[in-house]
């Protein structure tokens, strides 16, 4: 487990850093909604400083996606009162910002020639965090804490969603996206947040007139016909076998085990939030769904780690300390309150996370002998030239591999469309 991983300073092995050396970034999309925004990226990209590093524009739009985040979560924490319009507005701002520095990371990469397999993997880092925020900022933007069961219904198919994507990677080797995916989740909520920030967060309890229905209903439906197509594609991908010996994994391994780490989260969740007798999550949903994401988005970063360095997974993980103790807490009658271990499993979750993440990023850093934040210095002249260099490599090439940035751009360039692209956070939400 990673415990003695931290204590020894190292969790990827050697072979596992070769591995990750040799790794080529595939992907395979159909978005319609990506074409349509690549003037506005290269654009984008245009007007940023070559000597700005692409995974801190990443990690830029990460943050600031957070803070707008946390600022509506502050208004509405259980997801029942009303938060302010300005509020909906600043996470709708947030998530449009962190979407689209998400987006040029890869390009930025290429302009500057530091692309390496530390991007993909910083990339999604990012991304399975993201996740978590966008979901549950959705959630409390419409006020679904007056329906818990579909604000946890909502969030953790978000969260499985992702994590579906990337099982499927490990099985076939291939990052796929099909028209209506990531991008397209992301304007959805963008547009949910500008409704309740012109609106107000009560319009979408407003009853339509058939029966007791709500506005928000609709939203739920299309929440369950798109993640029941979306898991239709992922599972139609893991049948049909995986690229490695005899239809396994690109590791080797049974096409089914990934399902065991997301069931390690998934499962104790909602049994926890169902027979809390101090109704642990219906009180505290926004802190139940933030400590329980965490976990998820550890296990998610070690299934692409292990994609990446075709590498066994491992099914048990210290993040899973805070769950399993809110499980045997309830099965001794609560001899703690509950709320002091959920706050237990987000702070301990959270700073593994980091942590975990952190010196893995140290590790390939080492490896690669390259900087996380930093371009290395390169004379005027010569900046120029590599520029150029870097971009006729990348736009000639018909794979290219993820950025170090991440997201390898959302196309790579306009001459490789999605097969270049590295997802960005929700892909899928």
Known sequence: MDLFNYKDHYILTPQQLRKLSEHKYSCFSASLMDPLLQPWWNWLVSKTPLWLAPNLITIVGLILNIVTTLILISYSPNGVDAPPRWTCFLCALGLFIYQSLDSIDGKQARR????????ELFDHGCDSISTVFVALSACISCQLGHYPNWLFFQCFCAIALFYCAHWQTYVSGTLRFGRIDVTEAQFSIIAIH????VMGPEFWLTK???GDIEIWYGLSIATIVCGLFSLAYVFSVIVAGGVG?????VAGTSVLSPSIPLT??????LIIAQKSPENIFTENCSLYIMAFGMVAAKVTNKLV???MTKAEMEYLDWSLLGPALLFLNQYFNCIVPELWLLWFTLIWGTQDLLRYCAQVCLEICKHL??????IPYTPKGASMASTATSTHHHTSSSHSQSSFGGNADKNGGSSHRKSTRLTNKNKPH
């Open 369 to 374: 002998r390259i900087d996380l934040f930093r």
């Open 112 to 119: 500057t020639n530091t692309s390496s397999p530390l991007g």
């Open 194 to 197: 500008l409704v309740s920030a």
């Open 305 to 307: 780690i292990a994609h």
């Open 264 to 269: 390690l989260v998934v499962l104790p969740a």
């Open 208 to 210: 339509i007139g058939i």
């Open 245 to 249: 010996k005899n239809g396994s994994t």
